[in-house]
């Protein structure tokens, strides 16, 4: 019997899946979220902290989950870098992060579904340390995007 998975992002059914991923790379199936590095997390209270700080650098946020999701909300000043899950989104993960300098902080984030099921964050984290980026963190988001972020009244927008 296969498991089904629906993403609910506030209120609504986003997208939903046989089993809790799909990949388009082979490669990226064996990494999932659990297996970026403790060190590497962040807290959403801790990132929420980060961007509210006057005079502190910004760092580059990077949505590497679904278009949809990006477009319902995403974090204030966030870009899109398409699913970390796909051969296409790491294409534009590369893209976009092609003119930064390898020690920028740069914090990844999807919230599509709980840490431990998400296809997303592990398979981006890789091929941003292959590139040679040296200050990337994982914005841990426990359950979901909404409920961890935009229900918390942390910076939010809709929209691309």
Request: with cysteine; hydrophobic share 45%.
């Amino acid at each position: 019997m296969k498991r089904f998975a629906a993403v609910i992002f506030m209120g609504m059914v986003i997208w939903a899946l046989p089993g809790y991923a799909q990949f388009s790379d082979p490669a990226a199936a064996e990494l999932s979220a659990t297996t970026v590095p403790q060190a590497q997390l962040l807290q959403p209270a801790e990132l929420a902290k980060m961007l509210n700080a006057h005079g502190s650098e910004r760092p580059v946020m990077l949505q590497v989950g679904s278009f949809v999701m990006y477009q319902q909300a995403h974090i204030a000043g966030s870009g899109y870098a398409g699913p970390g899950s796909q051969t296409t989104g790491l294409q534009l993960l590369e893209k976009m992060a092609a003119h930064l300098a390898k020690d920028k902080l740069i914090v990844i984030y999807c919230g599509c579904c709980p840490w431990n099921h998400c296809p997303n964050i592990g398979p981006a984290y890789k091929k941003l340390h292959d590139l040679g980026f040296r200050n990337v963190k994982a914005l841990y988001i426990a359950k979901n995007f909404g409920e961890d972020w935009v229900a918390k009244g942390y910076p939010s927008e809709k929209g691309n």
